[in-house]
């Protein structure tokens, strides 16, 4: 299984092309229009003719549904036609990607609530009428009768039942290696702790939107505002909808952040696609803000049990984990992928002789949840972490001691651990984890900080510092797929069958092909996240464009290249070899003087009527699909130190250091952007951003005055360093994924931080810490 | 609709005659009676920013003021920043300090730091932050709008020195 994985040392050199704009912080091509107004996001998209589409929505969180009245509704100028279930029972349950885990199939969700509504916000009626204030009229005019059910707000309780024979309880995810009982009972000391993160998600500034539009003159069933997966999407809708995938496009515009949560496939996608279909006109849809609080995919909440076994030295023997995920009320798109990459990833960079785990994949009464920038990872690293401090404080070492002593070391590389994750075997593939541990305590002064907040304490301030090592994955497989063409006037043309979240994908696949084939990077037109230029693609998620896309624009742009060079070597009769591209033109390699050759005059050569292709393909133009088995693991470590005000109970991050090995930074610039977006999204997650429920299950969080997202003023300082010391093994570019470290370990590092604050190890047991469990904690040490 | 009510405002310098209801929101009348689509819409409920324009230069929430009250009033949007094609230099700061990510917050970011360096291009570093704490990003986590709006102010005294040059 390793044998593809040859040490780091052995490497050859990164890849290099003669375009030298890999690994340099150019602008974006994206920006142009986004700065303008000129950009294309959901609610820009219009169609003559088109009906907006209204949801009504749950009020209760468990209720039998009796009778849904329209009539009243209906008659209101403008209405089209109002749905409930008994219109849309030909539309079958929205499906889920395939794990390992199966049998999730009844816990799936209809696009409108049959007979029983599960959650407050989910979809029971919906409303087409011309014009979107009246169709919000109307929607506020269909009453439903319902009987309300007790509600279950808690994953750790006793299971409920969901329908008659299936409990609240669809799967249990485990996983075990080595001598876990033994461990245990060998063991100096067992440190255990209760543990457990908040609700909360992406929340990206655009809400979500979907324009579906029947083209009958094609038959072509359009949908827009789409993002992330427009591939299994697509196929999906037409297996929905009994539709052929080749008579269903989508199209992605700009994309308003994504952050797991956009782009997946929701009942309103479906209703919007259905109505076009039915009712001969295109539908537009757009949520709202207290819509998308209740009806977008949560996240996080998790509660675990966890208790490690070390020897005298404090040395992992072995961690046992018991942990109940809140999936809210339905299963959705990811099945139980995030309890699986939770059960996978929570060992990170240290050396585990033995593990536990069940992850209990728990319904509730609450919004759907699915993945959130580092799904799995934000929450298990927030658990481990909080484990080395308790070791640490049990044991009576040092923090950063306890860490060294149990990070897998760079020899150890590449590390197999008898686990998987997504369905793949977990290969940490290469790292120098301490290397880089102690690079990041040089960087942020961690040793004269000491110093400082004895200091600092000492003056009556209340200031600590805190610290978590994390690992991520990247590049989840097994394909993607990129098309490099040249046209007769020399512009250059990648599609991709990847999307774009607004991260930078464009920029950098562009960087990547530019670098490849010795052209203008700012010149190339990227294509992504639309199913009529590409026929397959496996999308825009878990951090994989760079390291999957990237690595097939890598392959497709050398391919272009090589045959640039066979034609153009012919025409300037020398051989491929003495030749290469500057700025576009093949020249030769050497810089001599010398005949030369545009791309444009290339691709002409290789048109379809050139006399010299004579029946072959013609076209400058190459495809090229690049597959993994693995994934790649990028690593890091978060510092922050924080102060308390005594009197609000108010944390305040004054500086934090992210450090983060990602093989090899494309664009550091595009790096460094999502590392600190990432790290500000982590302190939502760790200071601010909760969904709360009252008792009977009613939401209390939304609208942005009570779900509470950073703004510039809760922002620390916030340095990066970027570490390019361990190149991935597994893709020719030696890239590993930036989009997640920036987020994974903010949790784990603002708890260590408080407890520092507050010198009491362990005080920290769940996130968010909001001023109140502060202020509770302070006067418990009064 | 009883309610209609015929108003005239000025876009961007131009004037544009709508007929709305009393209910109609001013970023509905410039997004969809008027066709400007670059104003965004993150919260409807005043929060978020993203729907900041400029109102006889003052920055407001346009989901937060009826079209109707923007009668005669001179509104200014991210459209209009950029003068015969040629960026503003806030809006080519954005570009080169990458401060924006997904974009969506971008227009609502620009209209406030505009009115913000026409307000007061030396603003203090504190004054800045409790200014741009009014608008949530969700992408860039800050850090590069403040550089942008430094950068900015710093392109407009060198243009301003230029000028006065030559």
């Known amino acids: 299984m390793t044998d593809a994985l040859a040490p780091v040392k052995e490497r050859p050199a990164l890849a290099r092309g003669p375009g030298k704009v890999v690994g340099h912080a150019v602008t974006r091509i994206e920006d142009g229009p986004l700065v303008r107004g000129e950009g294309l996001f959901a609610a820009d998209v219009n169609f003559p003719r088109q009906l907006h589409m209204r949801m009504v929505r749950a009020e209760l969180a468990h209720a039998r549904i009796l009778a849904v009245s329209t009539d009243a509704a209906r008659a209101m100028p403008g209405v089209v036609a109002i749905w409930t279930a008994e219109d849309v029972a030909d539309i079958p349950l929205i499906p889920f990607r395939a794990t390992k885990v199966r049998g999730l199939e009844p816990y799936c969700q209809p696009v409108l609530a049959r007979d029983r509504m599960r959650y407050v916000g989910e979809p029971v009626a919906v409303v087409f009428a011309d014009d979107p204030y009246r169709a919000e009229d109307a929607a506020e005019l269909v009453v439903v009768e319902a009987e309300e059910l007790s509600v279950l707000l808690d994953a750790t309780a006793p299971l409920g039942e969901f329908s008659p024979g299936q409990d609240t309880e669809p799967t249990i995810v485990r996983k075990a290696y080595g001598e876990i009982d033994a461990a245990f009972r060998d063991a100096h000391a067992v440190v255990e702790l209760e543990l457990s993160v908040g609700r909360h998600s992406g929340v990206p500034l655009e809400t979500r939107g979907a324009i579906a539009r029947y083209d009958a003159a094609h038959d072509v069933l359009e949908l827009h505002g789409t993002a992330k997966k427009q591939h299994w999407n697509r196929d999906e809708i037409a297996r929905l909808l009994g539709r052929p995938p080749q008579g269903v496009h989508l199209f992605e515009g700009h994309v308003g952040g994504g952050f797991g949560v956009r782009g997946e496939l929701y009942p309103e996608d479906l209703l919007v696609c259905a109505a076009a279909l039915r009712l001969r006109r295109p539908v537009k849809w757009i949520e709202d803000r207290r819509e998308h609080l209740v009806a977008t995919n949560h996240s996080r909440e998790q509660h675990h049990r966890i208790r490690a076994a070390v020897d005298a030295e404090g040395r992992l023997l072995g961690i046992d984990d018991v942990f109940f995920h809140d999936q809210g009320a339905y299963v959705r798109t990811h099945g139980a992928r995030v309890v699986d990459l939770a059960a996978g990833m929570l060992p990170g960079p240290y050396r585990l002789p033995a593990y536990r785990v069940a992850g209990h994949f728990r319904l509730t009464n609450k919004t759907p949840s699915a993945t959130y920038r580092a799904p799995g990872r934000f929450e298990t690293t927030f658990v481990r972490e909080r484990l080395m401090d308790a070791i640490a404080a049990r044991l009576g070492l040092d923090r950063v001691e306890v860490r060294r002593r149990n990070l897998v070391s760079a020899a150890e590389m590449p590390h197999a651990r008898p686990l998987d994750a997504l369905g793949t075997e977990i290969v940490l593939d290469s790292g120098d984890y301490e290397g880089l541990l102690d690079k990041a305590l040089s960087r942020f002064g961690w040793n004269a900080l000491q110093g400082e907040l004895a200091a600092r304490r000492a003056a009556g301030e209340c200031v600590g510092a805190g610290l978590a090592f994390f690992v991520e994955k990247s590049g989840l497989g097994p394909s993607d797929g990129v098309r490099v063409s040249v046209d007769a006037n020399g512009a250059v043309e990648l599609v991709s069958g990847a999307a774009s979240v607004g991260q930078g994908v464009e920029t950098a696949l562009a960087q990547i092909c530019a670098e490849a084939l010795g052209v203008d990077y700012a010149r190339i037109r990227v294509v992504r996240g639309r199913t009529d230029r590409i026929e397959f693609g496996n999308g825009a998620h878990a951090s994989r464009v760079t390291v999957m896309s990237g690595s097939a624009t890598w392959e497709a742009a050398l391919a272009v290249r090589a045959m640039a060079l066979d034609t153009a070597a012919t025409l300037l009769q020398l051989r491929p070899s003495d030749l290469t591209i500057r700025d576009g033109e093949v020249c030769r390699a050497d810089g001599l003087p010398g005949p030369s050759l545009a791309l444009a005059e290339v691709a002409r050569r290789m048109g379809p009527n050139s006399p010299a292709m004579r029946g072959r393909t013609p076209g400058l133009t190459a495809e090229k699909w690049f597959w993994s088995d693995h994934m790649a693991y990028p690593y890091g470590v978060h510092l922050v130190l924080v102060r308390i005000d005594r009197g609000t109970g108010q944390v305040v991050a004054e500086r934090y250091l992210v450090a983060n090995d990602i093989g090899r930074a494309i664009n550091p610039m595009l790096v460094e952007g999502q590392i600190v977006g990432g790290l500000a999204q982590g302190l939502g997650g760790a200071l601010l951003e909760e969904f709360r429920y009252d008792p009977s299950g009613q939401p209390l969080s939304t609208t942005f005055a009570d779900y509470l997202i950073p703004t510039i003023a809760e922002m620390p300082a916030a340095d990066v360093l970027i570490a390019e010391d361990a190149p991935s093994p597994l893709n020719p570019l030696g890239v590993k994924g930036a989009g997640e470290g920036g987020t994974n370990g903010v949790g784990a590092a603002i708890a260590a931080a408080v407890d520092d604050a507050l010198l009491r190890p362990g005080a920290v047991t769940a996130l968010p810490v909001v001023p109140a469990t502060v202020r509770r904690l302070l006067d418990t040490l009064a | ?166």
């Not at chain 2, 603003?123 to 942008?148: E, M, P, W």
């Open chain 2, 1 to 166: 609709m009883s309610d209609l009510h015929d108003i005239t405002l000025v876009l961007n310098g131009e004037r544009h005659a709508v007929r709305v209801e009393a209910r109609r929101t001013l970023a509905d009348v410039i997004r969809e009676d008027c066709g400007l689509t670059g104003t965004h819409l993150g919260c409807e409920h005043g929060v978020c920013g993203a729907c900041t324009v400029l109102m006889d230069g003052q920055p407001v929430r346009a989901c937060l003021v009826f079209g109707v009250q923007a009668r005669g009033r001179a509104i200014r949007t991210v459209e209009g920043l950029a003068e015969g094609g040629r960026l503003s230099p806030l809006q080519q700061a954005f570009i080169d300090e990458h401060a924006l990510q997904c974009g969506y917050c971008t227009p609502g970011f620009l209209m406030l730091c505009t009115a913000i360096l026409e307000a007061d291009p030396e603003i203090g570093d504190q004054a800045l932050v409790d200014a741009l704490s009014s608008n949530i990003c969700r992408c860039t986590g800050y850090a590069n709008i403040v550089k942008a709006v430094r950068a900015a102010a710093a392109a407009m005294r060198a243009g301003t020195a230029a000028a006065e040059m030559a």
